[in-house]
């Protein structure tokens, strides 16, 4: 039983991977945490979105529980774990943009459309990434109907609807929030593409030779880097909103 439980709990110390998926458990945990606690001390309108906030990270905590013992216990890559924790994740982070420009008129129609586009965005990735014969047709065809869905988010937070409202809002706290946003969706989730290509196929993989043993290092600090941080930026709206009320 003891040789057991230390197969099992023990990180080798040349593993970077394990050591991400323990940090990361930990931080998700610590900022649900937080920003459940946090949602009774910020203005009204705005305890929905420190909830969303809390579910996101509390979402991603559960299941970097299991995908660090499944990657400890296999040595693989936890692809549909991982892919049933952003198709929880990334729609809840689109909710974000919409709670924080519904005061500007932001619609549910808007909203369902961010959801759909994340949707289409992580279906596609993960037919390319879970399906793949180790060509690089497969990839790149899975992987060019995502980008559409990861465009059009991009799109949107940066110049379309969720853009023209948060300027319609005259709210300098909101502005802020949304353009720091819009950057987390152009610098922070293009890690995830990159991450995409290096699995065998990918153009990085044929190209520069990045092996896919690197996907889950890039995927682990960018889900910590995304969630938490896309939590915070939302709690310093929260937080600022309320203050220059007062
Ligand atoms: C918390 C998790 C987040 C923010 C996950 C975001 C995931 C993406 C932006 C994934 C994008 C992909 C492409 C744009 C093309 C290749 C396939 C994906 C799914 C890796």
């Known amino acids: 039983m003891s040789t057991l439980l230390s197969d099992i709990v023990s990180i080798p110390v040349d593993d970077p ?4 998926f323990f940090t990361g458990y930990m931080a998700m945990l610590a900022s649900a945490v937080f920003f459940f606690m946090e949602r009774s001390s910020v203005d009204g309108k705005w305890k929905l979105s420190l909830l969303v906030s809390g579910l996101i990270t509390g979402i991603a ?4 529980y299991y995908m660090r013992d499944y ?3 296999t040595g693989q890559t936890p692809t549909a774990l991982r892919y049933i ?3 929880l994740t990334v729609p809840l982070m689109c909710v974000e943009f919409y709670l924080l420009t519904k005061a500007a008129g932001a619609t549910v129609g808007l909203m369902w459309k961010l959801i759909l586009a994340a949707v289409l965005m992580l279906v596609a990735g993960y037919i390319g990434e879970a399906f793949t014969d180790g060509s690089t047709s ?3 065809i899975w992987g060019v109907i995502s980008t559409v869905g990861y465009v059009y988010i991009l799109y949107t937070a940066w110049f379309g609807e969720v853009a023209q409202l948060a300027k319609n809002s005259g709210d300098a ?3 802020r929030g949304v353009k720091i946003l819009a950057w987390f969706v152009l610098v922070g989730w293009a890690v995830y593409p990159i991450g995409y290509m290096c699995m065998p196929g990918g153009w990085l993989n044929t190209g520069l030779g990045w092996s896919s043993s690197n996907v889950d290092l890039f995927y682990n600090i ?3 880097i995304n969630k938490i941080g896309f939590g915070l930026v939302v709690y310093s709206v929260a937080v600022s909103a309320k203050s220059s009320k007062a």
């Open 138 to 140: 497969h990839s790149v």
């Open 222 to 224: 960018a889900d910590a």
């Open 17 to 20: 991977i394990a050591f991400t």
């Open 85 to 87: 924790d952003w198709t």
């Open 173 to 175: 706290v909101v502005v």
């Open 61 to 64: 905590a559960v299941h970097y």
């Open 71 to 73: 990657y400890l216990a």
